[in-house]
């Protein structure tokens, strides 16, 4: 017996020796690339995409449930077919009647609005997944958020095949771009839009429901990012927890390991969800509207977001559309202090206000825009707690665009407001 202890001790050290010289595990493999779209999608002008059933609504079971939806699906939930175009419908910002074609009309600018992605992070201890389903949440209910990621990919090279046929000058956001303010959400979205060899939209465990690559939504992908300039808009939900709550409210929930507003679990079958215990990831924390400016300053060119925006707080800003009289100003109105409304108000014409979408953002063009530039600001009155401040400088590299369109000088006033004269 004595004899073997040695022997015993011998091999606890090359065991010791091994765990000291083990290596790293090989990195994992990129994804794969798609190829590129072969030609730019039919429009609804050409074709519309209707359901082959009749939509029931509410429908009679839980899309989200795991049991439900394949329910659903084995009797042709989802399936759609051919239908007939739809006529372009024509628009004037006043509801009058547009005036009629010129003899050369010409275009003058041609863009994506891409609005309320709403990017979540499915997994987060902030979810307040219990509430979303048919009925009275149907506003917030998205049974396919473990798959935005990869729809908003498909979005994206649906942009560029259209541009590749015919070239588009740039994408508009329409705020609410991730769902609940968290760092992780904006560096999925930002990521797809700017390309990426790889994204993998998956927080606290490192999920793979279906064994193997490009399988399932927690899987990463390549993404090809957008062919033509996107510009960054601001939502209540890329500023507030859930589009609703301040942040610093929030702040020890989202990072925490406890949910109980409910939250997907994709260790399990389908991703139900769950409420409980989590696997807190640090990389959900919330942003903060200075914290949110300064990553997205960070990614690509910016997207509209540069250290004038940064040291005011806000993304308010403006660019023109090249060798046109147009100009793009872009608002950003949601309220720090909560809720979904912003804090810009119409008065109607009974003389009541009521409350706006925090998303903002308009075209100028020659005189006529100035009526319409005047009511976008029009509802932001200066602080009473000081007088407006000088209107930040415009530098040269970023200002220098000039037109001749008519615009709307913003002076701050505070975070939350601003005085507007033509």
């Given at each position: 017996?004595?004899?073997?202890?040695?022997?015993?001790?011998?091999?606890?050290?090359?065991?010791?020796?091994?765990?000291?010289?083990?290596?790293?595990?090989?990195?994992?493999?990129?994804?794969?690339?798609?190829?590129?779209?072969?030609?730019?999608?039919?429009?609804?002008?050409?074709?519309?995409?209707?359901?082959?059933?009749?939509?029931?609504?509410?429908?009679?079971?839980?899309?989200?449930?795991?049991?439900?939806?394949?329910?659903?699906?084995?009797?042709?939930?989802?399936?759609?077919?051919?239908?007939?175009g739809l006529p372009l419908a024509p628009a004037t910002l006043d509801g009058t009647p547009p005036p009629p074609?010129?003899?050369?009309?010409?275009?003058?600018?041609?863009?994506?609005?891409?609005?309320?992605?709403?990017?979540?992070?499915?997994?987060?201890?902030?979810?307040?997944?219990?509430?979303?389903?048919?009925?009275?949440?149907?506003?917030?209910?998205?049974?396919?958020?473990?798959?935005?990621?990869?729809?908003?990919?498909?979005?994206?090279?649906?942009?560029?095949?259209?541009?590749?046929?015919?070239?588009?000058?740039?994408?508009?956001?329409?705020?609410?771009?991730?769902?609940?303010?968290?760092?992780?959400?904006?560096?999925?979205?930002?990521?797809?839009?700017?390309?990426?060899?790889?994204?993998?939209?998956?927080?606290?465990?490192?999920?793979?429901?279906?064994?193997?690559?490009?399988?399932?939504?927690?899987?990463?992908?390549?993404?090809?990012?957008?062919?033509?300039?996107?510009?960054?808009?601001?939502?209540?939900?890329?500023?507030?927890?859930?589009?609703?709550?301040?942040?610093?409210?929030?702040?020890?929930?989202?990072?925490?390991?406890?949910?109980?507003?409910?939250?997907?679990?994709?260790?399990?079958?389908?991703?139900?969800?769950?409420?409980?215990?989590?696997?807190?990831?640090?990389?959900?924390?919330?942003?903060?509207?200075?914290?949110?400016?300064?990553?997205?300053?960070?990614?690509?060119?910016?997207?509209?977001?540069?250290?004038?925006?940064?040291?005011?707080?806000?993304?308010?800003?403006?660019?023109?559309?090249?060798?046109?009289?147009?100009?793009?100003?872009?608002?950003?109105?949601?309220?720090?202090?909560?809720?979904?409304?912003?804090?810009?108000?119409?008065?109607?014409?009974?003389?009541?206000?009521?409350?706006?979408?925090?998303?903002?953002?308009?075209?100028?063009?020659?005189?006529?825009?100035?009526?319409?530039?005047?009511?976008?600001?029009?509802?932001?009155?200066?602080?009473?707690?000081?007088?407006?401040?000088?209107?930040?400088?415009?530098?040269?590299?970023?200002?220098?665009?000039?037109?001749?369109?008519?615009?709307?000088?913003?002076?701050?006033?505070?975070?939350?407001?601003?005085?507007?004269?033509?």
């Amino acid at each position: 017996m004595r004899r073997g202890r040695p022997a015993a001790v011998f091999l606890l050290a090359l065991a010791a020796c091994a765990a000291e010289e083990s290596v790293d595990p090989a990195p994992l493999p990129a994804p794969t690339p798609l190829p590129a779209l072969a030609g730019a999608p039919p429009l609804t002008t050409e074709r519309t995409l209707v359901p082959r059933a009749a939509v029931i609504d509410p429908p009679a079971r839980n899309p989200a449930v795991p049991v439900e939806i394949e329910q659903m699906l084995a009797e042709g939930y989802g399936e759609l077919e051919i239908g007939p175009g739809l006529p372009l419908a024509p628009a004037t910002l006043d509801g009058t009647p547009p005036p009629p074609r010129g003899p050369r009309p010409k275009l003058l600018t041609r863009f994506v609005h891409l609005a309320d992605t709403q990017l979540a992070d499915d997994e987060s201890p902030a979810r307040l997944a219990i509430f979303d389903g048919p009925g009275p949440f149907a506003s917030a209910f998205r049974p396919q958020e473990g798959h935005e990621c990869r729809i908003l990919n498909a979005a994206v090279r649906t942009i560029n095949a259209f541009h590749r046929s015919t070239p588009l000058d740039f994408v508009l956001l329409g705020g609410d771009n991730a769902d609940s303010a968290q760092t992780n959400e904006i560096a999925w979205f930002t990521a797809i839009l700017d390309g990426a060899e790889r994204v993998e939209c998956d927080s606290g465990d490192d999920d793979d429901p279906v064994q193997g690559p490009d399988n399932d939504p927690k899987d990463p992908f390549f993404a090809e990012g957008l062919l033509m300039p996107w510009r960054w808009v601001t939502g209540n939900h890329d500023v507030l927890h859930q589009g609703n709550f301040p942040v610093d409210t929030r702040a020890e929930l989202v990072t925490g390991s406890l949910s109980d507003g409910g939250t997907r679990d994709w260790s399990l079958p389908g991703g139900p969800v769950v409420t409980g215990e989590v696997v807190p990831d640090p990389r959900r924390a919330l942003l903060s509207r200075p914290a949110l400016l300064d990553q997205l300053a960070a990614t690509g060119d910016g997207h509209g977001i540069g250290p004038d925006e940064q040291a005011y707080g806000k993304a308010f800003y403006e660019f023109d559309v090249k060798d046109t009289p147009l100009r793009v100003l872009v608002l950003d109105t949601a309220a720090e202090t909560g809720g979904p409304n912003g804090v810009i108000s119409r008065t109607t014409s009974s003389g009541s206000s009521a409350r706006r979408s925090t998303e903002r953002s308009a075209i100028a063009g020659g005189s006529s825009s100035r009526p319409t530039t005047r009511r976008a600001c029009s509802g932001m009155a200066p602080s009473p707690r000081r007088a407006p401040p000088p209107c930040p400088a415009r530098s040269a590299s970023r200002r220098g665009r000039r037109s001749s369109a008519a615009t709307t000088t913003c002076c701050s006033t505070s975070r939350a407001t601003r005085t507007c004269t033509g």
